[in-house]
């Protein structure tokens, strides 16, 4: 059965509403609610990127894997995503290289790279918002902080049914609007300036694994790319399949401005792109 919320919010025209007016409503609408916010720290994120076309010459710094600065983009090519606006700077990764790998979506025969990052310094923890409770406490391949959290009261479990219902909604691109929910979701929980993270199943891992939603001045200030890899993928029906291509020997870390970091390649040896990776889809 649906709540008085969902009834109300089913009657918003998603493809025309702006995302304001449904942050403003569900503001409302949640006004008292708890969550639980932890200190989470982060020993590695894996990033991913297509970059079959693109120019060697672009991919001698870590910027190349950092979250895209939609600025230096055409405006034809800005987005609705499961936290962020069109237009709206935001890195996404996640805890396992496969659910990266299936959120990007390669085709077959592209060309990937893969970023880690992780704190400059190992003791910064993020405050950290989560969407989705239930599911990562009892999911075995997180390792959930939230064991031991129950909810206040029955009300506020059900809100948050809501609001991870949301962000484990399977979109279409040809209805990315549908995202302007947990879109506005995200806006509420990240208000605050000091939680820089919301973390959520990922729907592309079907719930196995977590996605890490970070806001950009937390990830310019906090964190470093460490590792960097290459990959041709060969797709099917059944699996992705990543062949090593290259991977960064050195990469020379630049404190000031940590997304330019310079990255030096390596080719793969013959013996190494024996060293595939397969994951089911």
């Known amino acids: 059965m649906r709540t008085q919320v969902e009834n109300e919010i089913a009657k918003f025209d998603l493809k025309t509403e702006a995302i304001e007016k449904i942050e403003e409503f569900l503001s409302k609408n949640i006004l008292g609610h708890t969550r639980p916010t932890i200190d989470n720290q982060f020993e590695g994120l894996f990033r991913a990127r297509i970059i079959t076309n693109i120019n060697e010459q672009e991919l001698l710094t870590t910027k190349c894997i950092w979250y895209p600065d939609w600025t230096e983009i055409d405006e034809s090519n800005h987005q609705f995503n499961r936290c962020s606006d069109k237009g709206q700077n935001f890195f996404y990764g996640s805890n396992y290289l496969g659910a990266t790998i299936k959120e990007l979506n390669p085709k077959h025969k592209d060309l990937v790279i893969v970023g880690i990052f992780s704190s400059i310094n190992p003791e910064t923890k993020l405050t950290s918002q989560y969407a989705g409770i239930e599911t990562l406490k009892k999911n075995p391949n997180y390792n959930s902080l939230l064991e031991n959290f129950e909810f206040e009261n029955s009300n506020d479990k059900v809100i948050e049914e809501f609001i991870a219902s949301k962000f484990q909604e399977k979109i279409s691109k040809k209805e990315s609007y549908k995202y302007k929910l947990s879109i506005a979701f995200s806006n509420i929980l990240l ?91």
């Open 191 to 281: 208000k605050n300036d000091n939680i820089g993270c919301v973390v959520y199943p990922s729907v592309a891992s079907n719930l196995e694994y977590a996605n890490y939603g970070i806001k950009p001045n937390f990830i310019d200030s906090f964190f470093a790319c460490k590792s960097l890899y290459m990959y041709k993928v060969e797709k099917n029906e059944n699996e992705i399949t990543l062949i090593p291509e290259k991977y960064a020997h050195k990469i020379i870390f630049n404190r000031q401005s940590p997304k330019n970091s310079i990255i030096e390649w390596n080719k793969n040896t013959e013996e190494e792109k024996q060293l595939i990776k397969k994951y089911g889809l």
